[in-house]
């Protein structure tokens, strides 16, 4: 089973109202018909789903690409929503939807948090969606290459463009809400413990925040073990 695979499977576990999942999968079909990150492509993707059968998108992703059916640039749309939502855009979606990045071996991995900070931004203004999506990235680089979820995290914890944002992480609360902090905090509680994915399914409820990040990172940990 190739990375890609490893990561979207996971998703498929993980993700029980589908919106994260259709995200991640344009990001990948992005990356490959690209041969890489190339934002304008992106977002003409994700606009074209938000403007057919787009469904689970999030208030902020739909509140920006509905700026941007108006005419405004995507980058002020971005801007303009957090405006808007008084700084409140520091949401989980780009953490959901980024883990096609780390499976993608033409970027290397001292570009992953730069990329994802770029990502999140086009619809998630606050720094500390970008930040959490920039550690989702490298907890699955990093276990795509080999280490285990220990080695994962004590290797993210100690990365100086993340390692703030892994403190304020290990600071956050455990609930089933979707704030970005408290969704890799939930995740991470559940990755550390027996059961992962069906404990943190059963807490998280029909929103379903944290299980996409659990199901994700889950189903690379066991695809590892079992090739290792």
């Known amino acids: 089973m190739n990375n890609i695979d490893k990561i979207l499977n996971g ?3 993980g993700d029980k109202n589908g919106g994260p999942t259709e995200l991640a999968k344009i990001l990948h079909k992005s990356l490959l018909a690209s041969d ?44 303009e929503v957090d405006k808007q939502l008084n700084g409140a855009t520091a ?3 780009p953490a959901h939807r980024i883990a ?24 998630h203004y606050h720094p500390d ?3 959490c999506s ?19 995290k004590e290797i993210v914890s100690k990365n100086e463009d993340v390692k703030t944002t892994w403190i304020k992480i290990d600071n956050a609360n455990l609930n089933d809400g ?10 991470i509680y559940f990755l550390d413990r027996e059961n992962s994915l069906e404990n943190s399914l059963t807490f998280a409820g029909p929103a379903n925040y944290c299980p996409v990040i659990v199901g994700v990172l889950q189903n690379i940990i066991i695809k590892q073990k079992l090739t290792n």
């Not at 606009?47 to 995507?74: C, E, L, N």
């Not at 920039?134 to 994962?152: F, H, K």
Request: proline share 3%.
């Open 11 to 13: 998703y498929v576990e």
């Open 91 to 93: 949401g989980c979606g």
């Open 36 to 79: 890489g990150f190339k934002i304008s492509d992106l977002v003409n993707r994700y606009y074209h789903w938000w403007d057919t059968d787009a469904f689970d998108t999030g208030p902020t992703f739909a509140m920006v690409f509905q700026k941007v059916s108006r005419g405004v640039s995507i980058e002020e749309a971005s801007k």
């Open 178 to 187: 979707g704030y970005v902090l408290d969704v890799m905090h939930s995740a």
């Open 100 to 123: 096609p990045i780390a499976g993608y071996k033409n970027i290397p991995t001292d570009s992953l948090v730069s990329i994802a900070r770029a990502e999140a931004a086009i619809t």
């Open 129 to 131: 969606a970008g930040n």
């Open 134 to 152: 920039a550690i989702m990235a490298l907890l699955c680089r990093y276990l795509i290459e080999g280490s285990t979820w220990n080695e994962s």
